[in-house]
């Protein structure tokens, strides 16, 4: 019996060996990016997105372990709201650079860049996903990222702002090259500068910039990164919600200056509305992401009205989602009561949002930890 039980447990570790694979596996001279320089490390991550969508959808979480509804960090244990409630951390974390242009030491929404920084060596070292956005202020006005004022074509070449636009990538810089992990390696994130760009409440949105001057912008920022020897960002594009392949075209830079292709969709207008929506505008990423041959994901998604149905979860986001190809959905933040997007200890889709996890599909940081070389 004993004799059976080591037989068992050599093949067992034997095939756990045999299926682990290495960065051996991957060809790195294949993986091309927008940035040429980019890391083994970023390529890794490519690699591993592509992957994670092969197995199911990686669920994210905005500013998960910041904080969450009635708490915040106290910098002991990392904790967030959907682990207190699943025992599992979120697979994919996101956090907003909004603020770093300044030089502040908390982002937009109060959140240390120092935490942040300890919380995303932590993520990356147990396998997790990093995304990080850039709700930045208007160079031209100093008002917030919802001001609207013209601004783009002050900051590009030539214009009036560049000189402070360049600093301001400068702060942006030194921050991706402030992460690094136990190995000295610069940490991979996904970076999603310059969202929702269709829409018109960002000053680089909509109605407010050319879609010549949004794509130079954007081919202009990734210059001005790789200048300052960043190398460690993998580039995500996202509109918000499209009616068409041509409207999310309208002002992507081209598949040379784009890594992951995203989407934001919220729940605005009703769930039946809203998984019909999700399974339209992700059959136009798919589409859109298979001709230019890249990963996808739903960048942001949520619903702030959990009151109107406690299954949200399973009845609303799931059948929206499910066998989509996308690698991620994440979640915006748990900000308050009444500004939450994850559910979290007493929240009337505490349940459902239990049985959302277990679903096979669904994968959480354990789960994506695996997926590794
Ligand atoms: C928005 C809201 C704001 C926040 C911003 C950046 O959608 O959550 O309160 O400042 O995202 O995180």
């Not at 904790?79 to 909004?98: C, E, M, Q, R």
């Not at 214009?159 to 942006?172: A, N, S, V």
């Not at 940490?187 to 130079?216: A, L, Q, T």
Request: aromatic share 12%; proline share 2%.
């Amino acid at each position: 019996m004993n004799k059976l039980i080591k037989i068992l447990t050599l093949l067992v570790f034997g095939l756990s060996i045999f299926s682990c694979k290495t960065a051996k596996d991957i060809d790195f001279d294949k993986i091309q990016l927008a940035d040429k320089q980019a890391t083994k490390e970023t390529k890794i991550l490519y690699q591993r997105i592509q992957d994670i969508a092969k197995e199911g959808i990686a669920f994210g979480h905005e500013d998960a372990t910041a904080y969450g509804v009635n708490w915040k960090d106290d910098g002991k244990k990392m904790n967030s709201d959907v682990k207190k409630i699943t025992g599992k951390f979120p697979a994919v974390h996101g956090f907003d650079l909004g603020h770093i242009e300044l030089g502040r030491s908390t982002n937009l929404d109060t959140v240390s860049f120092d935490l942040m920084r300890r919380h995303i060596k932590k993520i990356n070292r147990k396998g997790g996903v990093i995304t990080m956005s850039w709700h930045l202020d208007n160079p031209v006005t100093g008002g917030d990222s919802w001001d609207t004022a013209t601004a783009v074509s002050q900051i590009l070449k030539n214009g009036g702002e560049r000189e402070k636009f360049e600093l301001w990538i400068k702060q942006l810089s030194n921050f991706f090259k402030s992460l690094k992990d136990e190995k000295g390696n610069y940490i991979p994130v996904v970076f999603r500068p310059y969202h929702e760009m269709n829409g018109s409440w960002f000053w680089w949105g909509e109605g407010i910039v050319s879609n010549e001057d949004y794509k130079n912008l954007w081919r202009e920022t990734i210059a001005l990164l790789q200048e300052n020897q960043v190398h460690n960002l993998l580039y995500a594009y996202s509109p918000n919600t499209v009616g068409s392949i041509e409207e999310f075209n309208k002002y992507y830079p081209g598949d040379e200056f784009v890594d992951v292709l995203g989407i934001d969709i919220y729940n605005h207008s009703g769930d039946e509305a809203f998984t019909e929506s999700l399974k339209q505008n992700l059959e136009i990423l798919k589409n859109k992401a298979t001709a230019s041959n890249k990963p996808y994901a739903l960048t942001e998604s949520g619903n702030n009205k959990f009151g109107m149905n406690a299954e949200w979860w399973t009845e609303a986001l799931y059948p929206g989602i499910k066998d989509s190809g996308i690698a991620w959905v994440l979640v915006w933040r748990n900000a308050r009561p009444d500004h939450y997007f994850a559910s979290y200890k007493g929240d009337v889709a505490e349940e459902d949002f239990k049985a959302f996890e277990a679903l096979e599909e669904i994968l959480f940081l354990k789960e994506i930890s695996k997926i590794n070389y």
